[in-house]
């Protein structure tokens, strides 16, 4: 089972920044040797899951059967995306709906009148959950001291002037959060950028995933998204929650 742990891991090694590693490039990623790292990148080329050019490792088309296993077997993301479409076409901001990964938040449905931010963000995207609203939507459905480990463990940078990393001021934000049922993001993970979300809670009252809204911050101040689509967003989260198993 080792072997499969390191090579899982090096398949994480990839992403858009590094499409293409040597085995060096590997081996510091995953802290394996020169060695095992090598071992790991010609099994994945032996089947098929990586391709190799005499310099570089890249990736196949192949490696989304592992994502695409997890999507077919899981109904969520299916049951949620006609409400996002919904709700994207009666506000004209992008929504989206993502359920917490460690440290991160990993996209599972998402709807986009536009492109709002400097990446491009689809099914499978990874963004930081100390300063995105999903993330401290799902990070503040936890246990404190769980939400503080999984917030140092990712070692919190600031992504803007505005991006608080204080681990102090983010557990009194995650409380409020808690209390108040939603997260309001104003430009802390891209300038230009606000976004508010609330949880998805199934039929029992468990936070299951999180969903929000984001637009551009000349168009709506995080005061006014508040104002405005709260109440649509509370409507679709009653409506989903008996749903959701």
Request: net charge positive; aromatic share 6%.
């Amino acid at each position: 089972m080792a072997a499969l742990e390191k090579g899982l891991a090096v398949i994480e090694c990839f992403d858009a920044i590094h499409d293409k590693l040597t085995i060096a490039d590997v081996a510091r990623a995953t802290d394996l040797s020169r060695a095992a790292a090598r071992r790991c990148l010609l099994t994945l080329a032996k089947i098929g899951y990586a391709e190799f050019d005499g310099k570089f490792f890249r990736l196949t088309p192949r490696v989304l059967r592992l994502g695409y296993a997890w999507l077919a077997s899981t109904a969520l993301p299916q049951l949620v995306q006609p409400f996002l479409e919904r709700l994207s076409e009666e506000t004209h901001e992008s929504s989206s709906a993502s359920l917490l990964d460690g440290h991160e938040i990993v996209y599972i449905a998402r709807s986009a009148q536009r492109r709002i931010m400097s990446v491009g963000l689809s099914v499978g995207s990874r963004l930081p959950a100390f300063c995105s609203s999903m993330g401290r939507v799902l990070l503040a459905a936890l246990p404190p001291e769980e939400a503080q480990a999984r917030i140092l463990a990712g070692k919190s940078r600031a992504l803007t002037p505005r991006t608080i990393t204080e681990i102090s001021q983010l557990m009194l934000i995650l409380a409020r959060v808690r209390a108040q049922g939603y997260c309001l993001v104003d430009q802390e993970l891209e300038l230009g950028l606000v976004s508010l979300a609330m949880p998805l809670v199934n039929a029992r009252g468990e936070v299951v995933a999180a969903f929000n809204l984001s637009g551009q911050a000349q168009r709506n101040s995080a005061e006014a998204m508040a104002e405005a689509f709260l109440p649509r967003m509370r409507a679709m989260q009653a409506i989903l929650q008996p749903l959701i198993k």
